[in-house]
């Protein structure tokens, strides 16, 4: 049964406050966002945890973490404020208002470095008024995101059937794991797979959607993880580690693109085929794409076949 007292105890800023919060992954980031005082924000946060009458969140120097009763009201809040947009939107429309136009879109790093540059470009083209805005991360993030109505798409690769539940897939695209380092690399002279022992190895973490078919690459070479690994999914990192040291990068080739066609980095000729996997676009089953979303994916399908990626 709804408590309608805690209901109307409960106020929008504290909803915004929680998902940011979750979103940015600490109090700083959230009050950068909405343009509070950390003190704002963590007196907002105990003000609703004081309404509820349990804790929300933990806190820690290495950011914040929901607890369990945190994760399910953080859930329906991010469906709260998502539904409150779309009756505003709904609105607007009714009385014939004119609102701005946006498209959310929640991207894997491989998507974001590679591809997405180009369909912005293209998407400014047909939609010259709208505002498009882009989250990229691990997947789990971007799933969450999207389920909660924070993003409206979401690009990458295929996650585990088990987070897969409610959200479609429409395959764009396949796409390898490449393995690269610096010009003048020690090992460029006589690459071997052995090198992935001998030197330290920037490696997918389990989070990242590469993980399961990296795996399967080195079990079908008869090689266990690097010992020597650096486990990330940050592009920036990697990039300056690479370049600055000895390190081997495994990673997406859309990731690289760009650094490969140049030569600020090289691929090592290791047959890494296995490793190929669908990447597609990503909504909510229930959702129906609005006219500008529409003219985004146009944009994703025409910058596509221009890069040339390979067709699923």
């Not at 329906?76 to 947009?85: E, G, H, I, P, V």
């Not at 924070?150 to 897939?169: E, L």
Request: proline residues 6%.
């Amino acid at each position: 049964m709804v408590n309608y007292k805690l209901s109307r105890l409960v106020k929008i800023r504290h909803l915004q406050c929680l998902s940011e919060v979750v979103t940015r992954g600490s109090l700083k980031g959230a009050a950068d966002h909405l343009g509070l005082t950390q003190p704002a924000i963590s007196r907002t946060l105990k003000e609703l945890e004081e309404i509820l009458g349990t804790t929300l969140l933990t806190r820690s120097r290495a950011g914040v973490e929901l607890t369990e009763a945190g994760e399910v009201f953080a859930h329906f809040a991010r469906m709260s404020l998502a539904a409150l947009d779309h009756g505003l939107e709904g609105v607007d429309r009714s009385r014939g208002g004119v609102l701005k136009q946006e498209v959310t879109v929640g991207a894997l790093p491989s998507v974001a470095a590679g591809l997405l540059p180009k369909v912005a470009e293209g998407f400014r083209r047909l939609a010259p008024e709208a505002v498009l805005r882009l989250s990229d991360g691990p997947h789990g993030m971007l799933i969450d995101l999207l389920r909660s109505g924070a993003v409206a798409m979401v690009i990458g690769r295929m996650g585990d059937p088990s987070v897969m539940q409610g959200v479609s897939f429409t395959q764009l695209y396949t796409e390898e794991v490449v393995c690269v380092v610096r010009p003048g690399h020690p090992c460029l002279g006589a690459p071997s797979l052995g090198d992935l022992s001998r030197w330290p190895v920037i490696f997918p973490p389990t989070t990242a959607a590469i993980r399961p078919q990296v795996e399967r690459w080195l079990i079908s070479h008869g090689l266990s993880e690097p010992p020597q690994r650096i486990e990330t999914v940050s592009g920036a990192f990697a990039r300056v580690h690479t370049r600055d040291t000895d390190a081997i990068w495994m990673i997406s080739h859309g990731v690289v693109r760009n650094e490969l066609a140049d030569g600020r980095l090289v691929r090592l000729p290791f047959d890494t085929s296995l490793t190929k996997g669908p990447v597609g676009l990503m909504m909510r089953q229930d959702a129906e794409p609005t006219p500008v979303e529409g003219l985004f994916v146009k944009a994703l399908q025409a910058a596509i076949v221009e890069i040339g990626y390979e067709l699923g």
